[in-house]
T-cell receptor, first 115, second 114 residues
């Protein structure tokens, strides 16, 4: 099975600053999709950003962008101009394009935004 | 905007009792999932459901668990004889026809087994 690793259990950032959350994954497949989900205190999982593995261009969604390094199997999330509402648990997730359809999640990174 | 809805938001049950967690996925989605998250831990896959049958299940999804899509709109998770360690947040999710689509999650059902 694929594994997703988030090596930073907790991170903090000053409001308006930039923070990068790390994610690595292990797979033998070449075709897959990667996601970052946000889980605020309300506990609902909300999609932040998505990256197709076949695309070389890094995905961007407003203040959120990724650094996708396919060879290194790395998928980090950069949050620019951090806001208080960004405080949440962030999960990295992997989904195969071919075999099965489940999402594999990392253990999460708890992000604190300091006013 | 379409969303996945789950009921109840919180369920308290006695050990050994049966519980049914309910979900209404997004209407045109074809893949349905149950995940659980024990407090402070990672989100764990339980089962996926496609074309009216289980397509994948994890080791956690043993004989005490079952899923059903009884009427084409609801998607239920039944736990036959609950154990203390079943206490967790249970998330239902659905996704569309293509594998590059994200899963949309419900707000979760917090199950407490006492």
């Amino acid at each position: 099975a694929q594994t997703v690793t988030q090596s930073q259990p907790e991170m903090s950032v000053q409001e308006a600053e930039t923070v990068t959350l790390s994610c690595t994954y292990d797979t033998s497949e070449s075709d897959y999709y990667l996601f970052w989900y946000k889980q605020p205190p309300s506990r609902q999982m909300i999609l932040v950003i998505r990256q197709e593995a076949y695309k070389q261009q890094n995905a961007t969604e407003n203040r959120f962008s990724v650094n996708f390094q396919k060879a290194a199997k790395s998928f980090s999330l950069k949050i620019s101009d951090s806001q208080l509402g960004d405080a949440a648990m962030y999960f990295c997730a992997y989904r195969s394009a071919n075999t099965g359809n489940q999402f594999y999640f990392g253990t999460g990174t708890s992000l604190t935004v300091i006013p | 905007e379409p969303e996945v809805t789950q009921t109840p938001s919180h369920q308290v049950t006695q050990m050994g009792q049966e519980v049914i967690l309910r979900c209404v996925p997004i209407s045109n989605h074809l893949y349905f999932y149950w995940y659980r998250q024990i407090l402070g831990q990672k989100v764990e896959f339980l089962v996926s459901f496609y074309n009216n049958e289980i397509s994948e299940k994890s080791e956690i999804f043993d004989d005490q668990f079952s899923v059903e899509r009884p009427d084409g709109s609801n998607f239920t998770l039944k736990i036959r004889s609950t154990k203390l360690e079943d206490s967790a947040m249970y998330f239902c999710a659905s996704s569309g026809t293509r594998s590059n689509t994200e899963a949309f999650f419900g707000q979760g059902t917090r199950l407490t087994v006492v």
